[in-house]
């Protein structure tokens, strides 16, 4: 099964792969390292068929949902600390400090995929400011956290 991160807003989140370096625009889907190919894609809950809102989880309680895979972002027992894993906890952490800015909180939650709505490893409350490195992102298998401005 794969990992996933999810957010949670009660402003909208931004969509979209972030962290990908093409060779150049011309060239889609060209990348001169593995590196430059590592982004982390993150993806609304809103479904354009039936046009409306789902929510990732019952966990959590804002309107705004986005999700991306969490092949490079370690549990809390499995940091290697590798490149593409410091790169992409980078990418999550200007994310989420995006985010912050605009809606001074989010709920930030991982699980396995098919078990989101299972009991919580455990729930904190986290203030941003106390999140130094992009290292400090790293969570056990469904942890939630609620972090405030």
């Known amino acids: 099964m794969t990992q996933y991160i999810y ?4 402003m909208k989140l931004p ?22 190919f590592t982004h982390l894609y993150f993806e609304n809950n809103y479904d354009s068929e039936i046009k409306r809102r789902f929510s990732y989880s019952s966990h959590f309680s804002y309107k705004y949902q986005a999700a991306a895979c969490a092949n490079q972002i370690p549990l809390k027992n499995q940091i290697r600390g590798t490149a593409e ?3 992409c906890l980078t990418i999550l952490y200007a994310y989420i400090d ?4 605009n809606s001074q909180a989010v709920e930030y939650f991982t699980s396995l995929n098919g078990e989101e709505d299972l009991p919580l490893f455990r729930k904190r409350s986290i203030h941003w400011p106390d999140i130094k490195s992009p290292y400090d992102l790293v969570l056990e298998d469904r942890e939630f956290w609620e972090i405030f401005l």
Do not use: W
Not at 7 to 10: D, E, F, G, H, I
């Open 15 to 36: 969509k979209g792969s972030f962290g990908s370096n093409l060779v150049s625009p011309d060239q889609p889907n060209i990348y001169r390292t593995e590196l430059d």
């Open 98 to 101: 995006e985010v912050m800015q």
């Open 7 to 10: 957010l949670a807003s009660p």
């Open 85 to 87: 894993e410091e790169k």
